[in-house]
């Protein structure tokens, strides 16, 4: 991932904080691999997350265990709280989506990000927020 993705990419859990605390694609609406610290997470993912697998999570992931394991998950190597959430076709990848694109000039302040899925970061791209949900009106 690049750098200028992991500057916005933490913030994911502030970001669904601010938009009432659910972890869902701002644009499609599917879920999103939840992670943050416990001190902003809600205890429903930790007690889901408890339930789900048989290795007592001593804490929620972070950024980096998140970038970790995803690198395990890409390698085929399964094995652990967040492969529940990877493996489960329900859930998506979370990114931080620049509302006004960064290439447009749009900033990484928190007022121009929403939480959005690998798959609609991917495909607005450069688009404008307008532009994008118009598409995604055309698509469906
Ligand atoms: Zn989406």
């Not at 499609?28 to 205890?43: D, H, Q, V």
């Amino acid at each position: 991932m690049s750098k200028r993705k992991k500057a916005v990419i933490h913030r994911l859990p502030e970001i669904i904080a601010r938009d009432g605390g659910e972890w869902v694609c701002h644009y499609c609406g599917k879920k999103l691999i939840p992670y943050g610290t416990p001190s902003n997470t809600e205890p429903y993912y930790v007690y889901k997350i408890q339930q789900a697998l048989p290795t007592q999570v001593l804490h929620m992931p972070t950024y980096d265990d998140y970038e970790r394991y995803m690198g395990m998950w890409m390698g085929g190597d399964i094995q652990c709280w967040l492969g529940y959430y990877v493996m489960n076709p329900e859930y998506r990848r979370a990114v931080a989506d620049h509302v006004i694109p960064y290439a447009k000039g749009g900033t990484h302040d928190l007022s121009n990000l929403v939480a959005s899925c690998d798959n609609c970061n991917a495909r607005k791209s450069t688009k404008d927020y307008d532009e994008f949900i118009e598409y995604l009106g055309q698509q469906s």
